[in-house]
Structure formats: C-alpha cells, structure tokens
C-alpha cells in the first residue's frame, strides 16, 4: 500500500509541516524536576524527528504556577526553562520536524501535593473518588490564569516552538468551563453555551495576542466526554466550530474524560481509529486542519482518514514510543521492520500515572536515547537459551551489538507464553510483536536452533563467551490433591490447541491468565465457571484491560465463585473453601482447566555457572512476572555484555 496522502505537507496557520504523522503529547517523565527538560527530553524527541514524524507535540507543559500534576512536569511558567525547551526544539528542527508544546493547567485531575497549592476547576467537584475536591476559581482568578496562558505561548515562541496547543480535553481545567457536567457557575464564564466557551476563547485571543501570529495556535478537544451529562460529539462539533470562529489555526481531537479513560489510551482490544466517526463529525464542521488520534498503530487506516478528508493529520501516540521509526519504515515500505506498540499499557500509562520515567514491553530502547547502544569493543560468542520474548530481544540487542548470537529454543515455535497470550478474545495484536520480534532477530543475522533442548554438554561442545538464560515459566502446580490427575487440562495446553475442552468447563483460578482463558471459551460458547481465591476475579488485570474483560464475563454468561480456596482437585470439579472455614463441592463439569499462574523454569543455571562464568538470568526464568519485566531484563544484559 502507498502512503500517498500520508506524506502530503500541510499548512497549519503559519506552519508547514512535511507530512501527516503526528506525536501527539504523551506525559513520559523524562523532565527535571524543576520543570526544565532533560537531556534524556531531547534525546527521545529527537529520535521520533529522525524517525519521521512531520510535527512533534512536546508533553503536557504546566502554564501556571501551582497547578504542576506530577514532579517531573515541564514548565512554562517562569522564562528560566526556556533554554532547555529551545534544545529539545532544536534537535526537532534539525530533522525537519515541527514542533508544538501543549499548554496545560490540569485543573482538578492535578494533585496538590504535588503542586504546593490547592488544584482548581471551574466548580468544586472532584474529577474521580479519591482525587482533592478543587477549588472554585473566582471570576477575577479565572481572568488572571487566561494571561499565564499568553505569557507560556510567548515563552514557547521564544524557544522556537512552531506552534502551541492549548489543552481543552480529558477533564482538565479548560474542559471543566467547557462541559455542563462540571461546570455550575452563575457568574460570566457559566450558563450557556456563549458562557461556557468564554475561557476558551479568552485564552486564545491572549495566546494570539501573546505571539502576533507568529506560530500556529492549535488546541485539543474531546470529541465525546463519554460520561451522562458531559459534552456528547454533537456539543463537541458546535464548540470547534465555535473555536475556529476565535482564529484557532487546527484541533486535535482526543476523547473522554479520565473516569473513561479506557477511550483515552484504548486497550489492545480497541482498533485502530476508533473514533474515527466522530473525529469525523467535527471535521465537517471546521475548515481548518483536524489531527485524529486514538490506538493508531499502523498507517493503512490512517492513509485512508487522510484521502478521504476525514481527517488532515493522524497522531501515533504510543505506536511512537514503540517505534519512533515508524513513518521512515513506512515510506520505504518496510512495515515488517516496524516493532509494534501492542496497547498493554504497562510500561507507559502505569509508569506515567507512578511519576516514573515511561518505558515500553516491546520497545526497551525506550528511555534509553541518550544513551545510544554501542558496538561491543570486544566481540563475544553469545547463547541465548530461550525463545521467548525475553531471549528473542537479548538475541537482537547482542547481535546489534557486534556479538555472534546463537538463539536455541526447545521447541517448535519461537515465542514462549507471550504468543499465547495472543489467543483470548481482543488480544491478537500480541502475535504482530512476536512476529516482529523474529523478523528483526532473522534479518540481524541471529543464529536460529529450534527443536533443541539445551544441556551441559552442548555447551561444552559450543564453548560460548556469554549464556542468557531466557528459559521462561510453565504452569504453576500448587501441592493440592487431585492436581496432577490426568484429565486436568492445563490452560496453556488449550490455548495451545492441544486439549480441548467439554462444554462445561471450570476454571480454576481468576487472576488475569485465568479470566482471560475463560473469555476465550465464553467467546466459544462454553459454559464457564471461573473459581478464585480473592474475592474478584481479574484484581491484576488494568483497569482499561480489565473494563472489557468484565464486559466479556457478562456478555458469554461466564459465573464466579470467589471467596474460595481449592482443596482438592476431581475429574469433574473441586473441592473448595471459604473464609468461614466450611468446605464445599462444585462439581459437574466436563473439563476442569488449571489457570493459577505460572512458576519460573530455570534447569540449567547451577549446571553451567562453573563451565561459563558470564551467565545470566532473564525474565520468568528468574521469577513469572510481566513481559514488561522479561524484555527489560534482556536489554539491560544484552547491553552490557
């Protein structure tokens, strides 16, 4: 497919940018605590500029002091971090990216820790349970906050932004004016419509007051709150034409408020431009650019939202952070190269909300950019023994390295439990990363073994330099009677497609393999019962990811016995008890399939530490954990060998 209208430039306002591929603003941590930006900040923006992407969106920059959401937020409330944006700028500007910093006060899903001062909004309700009721702004602090917007576009100016985006989505300040849900003011900026929209077009008459027209004006919006009562896309089309008519030169139009944050960074079980009907609404009802966003990974949807003017310009947000290189790959028409963002959310979404640097499960040179990887200065005779995910990306990162890189794996497909994980209902973007994980480990020049249990002896005949130990986790068996009876199927065997199961099926064990194996034969019309010790089920499941698994359980009928500690195992059931110490029996099954985790396999680690010294150890073969941990683990020992 040809990416034709994808590498058009387009004029933003005064602003030409190169091409339609957009980063949008993503908060990631790499910023100093005093609200300056690192050199780790324009490490990472400058790789997605040498990547491609015609207009980069500098995260969400604080405008007022007192209003900081995080401790590593950027600033522009002051003229003494001008300078470190200019350098981040800079490196952009000198792989013909443009750049724009988003304006932001968060308003009531800001934190007054954090901050030193009271959150405000624009009425006293608190964005979610848990968060500090803001303050009500009066009138006269409500005209004083529309100057410290124009005085961070003028500071965002001099640093050499191309353009500002004022943030007027998800709940923040500027939202809460916009939104009758959030907003029961009596005074000029509450009411009606007019009334309600008088913040925002205050702002934007200071900002362009503030920079003469110099850079472009572009502000972000949702196209739905996705909450009762909240703007819908029909309020959200009235309020962008209503901007345009205040001389914004574009929108970028995101969606939902953050108790709906599930629309905000969409789970791996969303597609790609989910919200393209109703970007598509706000984009009849303006002239001026629209950009889109929302789980887009790769471009061919994107191609078609810019062809047929449903769109102008598409943001890649955490498709960028897996792949800065992504509309380079593109253009040469090289998208198997492209490592895929697979919307786990949880080295970036998690991390962000922690106040930690962001990182990725499928990208590990993530937070990593200015400290490139370098060639080993002596190159060694690496074994990776594993193919898992955790030994597919040390394999890569050495061979990058300069090392000869043998990959051994004991069976017949490369993956390990992570291309099983792909199997339940919403999960197959999973597969796109193991694919490219191979792919890249292929075209390195890895050295490829499979169907090869590895024992001392081969590597005494091997001799090698360096053994990662990427052996993974098989399923947990926990010493309960019964468990090891024959008829028991192991979930990873169904999944595998090497059992099947009856019609009746217990799973046993809630957690997130457990329900998600239990979605995958709902989707299949079994009848299933799901059994756990705590009192829910999928309690380590993600919020997002978990809003539609529970949504699976309801939809597919599937029932819950929670509360229960297994007993005993039978053919058709289990013995169980619960908290009052009283024994029960739910039996009756024609399958019962064991889902209660995994355990780390790691056979060779004492045998070979005498005969290779430089061992190590990675990812579950330590301990069953996350991918997240297993491909983090592989860059940090690959990188050092």
């Not at 959150?119 to 309700?125: E, G, H, K, V, Y």
């Not at 598409?314 to 090289?334: I, T």
Request: aromatic share 6%; net charge negative.
């Amino acid at each position: 497919m040809k990416f034709n209208a994808m590498f058009q430039p387009i004029e933003i306002g005064p602003m030409t940018v190169k091409n339609r591929f957009v980063v949008p603003p993503m908060g990631n941590n790499f910023a100093n605590t005093d609200g300056t930006m690192s050199e780790q900040s324009a490490a990472y923006y400058r790789e997605r500029a040498k990547g491609g992407f015609g207009l980069i969106t500098i995260e969400a920059t604080v405008v007022h002091k007192g209003a900081k959401g995080g401790p590593r937020k950027p600033c522009l409330y002051d003229d003494s971090t001008i300078e470190s944006f200019r350098k981040v700028i800079d490196g952009c500007h000198a792989e013909g990216a443009k750049v724009s910093i988003q304006l932001q006060n968060a308003g009531p899903e800001g934190n007054a820790k954090n901050a030193g001062a009271p959150i405000t909004a624009a009425t006293s309700i608190p964005s979610v349970c848990g968060r500090d009721i803001p303050k009500q702004l009066t009138t006269e602090e409500v005209y004083e906050l529309i100057k410290g917007y124009g005085e961070a576009a003028r500071r965002a100016m001099e640093a050499g932004a191309d353009a500002v985006e004022i943030h007027m989505a998800h709940g923040y300040l500027v939202s809460t004016f916009l939104s009758p849900r959030t907003n029961k003011r009596v005074d000029e900026f509450g009411g009606c419509f007019e009334n309600r929209m008088r913040f925002s077009r205050l702002i934007i008459e200071e900002v362009k007051k503030a920079t003469q027209g110099k850079i472009a004006v572009l502000a972000r919006i949702n196209c739905a709150d996705e909450v009762p009562g909240g703007l819908d896309v029909h309020d959200s089309a009235a309020i962008a034409a209503y901007l345009e008519s205040c001389g914004l030169d574009g929108l970028h139009v995101s969606r939902a408020v953050h108790i709906k944050d599930e629309f905000m960074w969409a789970p791996t079980v969303i597609h790609g431009g989910f919200s393209a009907a109703e970007v598509e609404e706000i984009k009849r009802a303006v002239n001026i650019p629209v950009i889109t966003v929302g789980r887009y990974t790769e471009p061919q949807f994107a191609e078609l939202m810019v062809k047929e003017g449903r769109a102008d310009l598409v943001a890649f947000g955490r498709q960028s952070l897996a792949d800065p290189a992504m509309p380079k790959k593109a253009q040469e028409e090289r998208l198997e190269d492209m490592t895929p963002c697979i919307a786990c959310l949880q080295g970036c979404v998690a991390n962000m909300y922690a106040g930690n640097p962001v990182c990725c499960l499928t990208n590990p040179f993530l937070g990593h950019e200015a400290e490139p990887l370098e060639k080993a200065e002596n190159p060694k005779k690496v074994m990776v023994i594993g193919g898992g995910v955790a030994g597919l990306s040390a394999a890569f990162i050495a061979k990058e390295r300069g090392h000869e890189v043998t990959l051994y794996e004991a069976g017949d497909v490369l993956g390990g439990n992570m291309r099983l994980a792909a199997y339940p209902p919403g999960k197959g973007d999973i597969t796109n990363m193991i694919r490219s994980y191979i792919h890249r480990c292929q075209k390195d020049g890895v050295k490829i073994v499979m169907n090869c249990e590895v024992t001392p002896e081969i590597i005494k005949e091997e001799k090698p330099d360096s053994v990662i130990i990427a052996t993974g986790s098989k399923t947990l068996i926990l010493p309960i009677e019964g468990i090891d009876n024959p008829a028991i199927i192991h979930g990873s065997d169904l999944l595998d497609g090497k059992r099947a199961a009856g019609k009746k099926v217990l799973v046993v064990g809630g957690g997130m393999v457990g329900c998600e194996t239990a979605a995958f034969l709902g989707e299949q019309e079994h009848d299933v019962t799901v059994i756990e010790f705590r009192d829910t089920v999928g309690a380590d499941v993600i919020h997002e990811h978990r809003v539609y698994l529970m949504k699976d359980f309801e939809d597919y009928g599937i029932k819950e016995i929670t509360g229960a500690k297994v007993c005993k195992f039978y053919e058709d059931g289990v013995e169980y008890e619960t908290a009052d110490g009283v024994r029960h029996e739910s039996r009756g099954y024609d399958s019962v399939i064991l889902s209660m985790g995994f355990r780390n396999y790691n056979p060779l680690e004492e045998k070979i530490k005498d005969l290779v010294p430089e061992t190590h150890v990675i990812g579950d073969a330590i301990r069953a954990r996350r991918a997240l941990d297993a491909t983090k683990e592989a860059y940090e020992v690959a990188s050092r060998i």
